[in-house]
């Protein structure tokens, strides 16, 4: 799976753990591994651009999705004919998203992972227009963070343990320290 991040907005988020949600809710979907995506972080003024040019509506918001070809889940990858799967663009405004996060009580990347989220599930054809649309379109996307969160804390705890367990080896002469040239000290 291929997923492309560019950071035009002039906020420093950490864009790996945007790919990393993206990748997780494309994967709980069942979306080919040869899928491509790309996601964009722009500025106020462009997000602005691209609500009233693209939606009718004035003033920026905080994520557009604009698919690309029509994805088609039952297309087998090894079928005849079969290429990477353009999904299309996921384009978050980060000082839009800022305000919300503040207003939800969470963090930014807490917002910009729900947006990446929301974001991939309209371009797999999820909308919230009418009201049972919405309560199945955020009961998944509430679902898939919380999945997140809950695989990303796993993999931290694991991480940690592993840290604890070399450093405990190391004090106790267990570990094979490393020489100089990167390899074994007591290699033949």
């Known amino acids: 799976m291929s997923i492309e991040i560019a950071n035009e907005s002039g906020v420093a988020v950490p864009e790996a753990t945007i790919v990393s949600v993206a990748r997780f809710a494309l994967d709980k979907m069942s ?8 996601i964009v972080l722009v ?19 905080d994520v557009m999705s604009f ?3 029509e994805y088609d889940s039952a297309r087998r990858p090894d079928s005849a004919g079969s290429g990477p799967a353009l999904l299309g663009d996921i ?10 996060a503040r207003k939800a009580g969470h963090s930014l990347l807490d917002e910009l992972h729900l947006l990446t989220v929301h974001g991939v599930l309209h371009l797999l054809g999820y909308d919230h ?3 049972e649309e919405e309560r199945e379109m955020f009961g998944l996307q509430n679902r898939i963070l919380a999945e997140y969160r809950e695989a990303r804390d796993e993999a931290e705890r694991a991480e940690a343990q592993r840290s604890a367990d070399a450093r405990v080896l190391g004090a106790v002469g267990l570990d094979e320290p490393e020489s100089p040239q990167g390899g074994p000290a007591n290699a033949n």
Not at 92 to 97: E, V
């Open 91 to 100: 384009v978050l405004c980060p000082a839009f998203a800022k305000d919300q």
């Open 43 to 61: 500025e106020l003024d462009v997000m602005a651009d691209l609500h009233e040019r693209w939606m009718d509506l004035p003033g920026p918001t």
């Open 67 to 69: 698919p690309m070809d």
């Open 31 to 38: 979306v080919s591994q040869l899928a491509e995506l790309s």
């Open 129 to 131: 227009a009418e009201p």
